[in-house]
Nanobody, 127 residues
Framework: QVQLVESGGGLVQAGGSLSLSCAAS????????MAWFRQAPGKEREFVAA????????NIAVSVKGRFTISRDNAKNTLYLQMNSLKPEDTAVYYC????????????????????WGQGTQVTVSS
């Protein structure tokens, strides 16, 4: 089992920045590819970004490209999401997720491909 705990959410004005963290425990963090997803009220959970086990490969959703950066620190068992130039449409609950063989199979953007999920952290962007 892998336990994931997100933190760092909050209320920010449009144009502002937030940094999310996801602390992992249980199994070896570096064995897992990691991702961020988000879910706005009344909408399906959508892919935001994913990162390979070493951190050397990352994929970002078009909707946040150039504004969000995903990274990880395997020594600290922590995943990060730096969010800049936030927009009201970024308002959602943000979840981190862990899975295996996702980059190899090309399924990293599919929420069904992930084995473990955090409880989520709320991000609200006011206009």
């Amino acid at each position: 089992q892998v336990q994931l705990v997100e933190s760092g959410g909050g209320l920010v004005q449009a144009g502002g920045s937030l940094s999310l963290s996801c602390a992992a425990s249980g199994r070896t963090f570096s064995d897992y590819e990691m991702a961020w997803f988000r879910q706005a009220p009344g909408k399906e959970r959508e892919f935001v970004a994913a990162i390979s086990r070493s951190g050397g490969n990352a994929n970002i959703a078009v909707s946040v490209k150039g504004r969000f950066t995903i990274s990880r620190d395997n020594a600290k068992n922590t995943l990060y999401l730096q969010m800049n130039s936030l927009k009201p449409e970024d308002t959602a609950v943000y979840y981190c997720a862990a899975g295996v063989n996702l980059f190899f199979s090309g399924t990293y953007s599919s929420r069904r491909a992930y084995d473990y999920w955090g409880q989520g952290t709320q991000v609200t962007v006011s206009s």
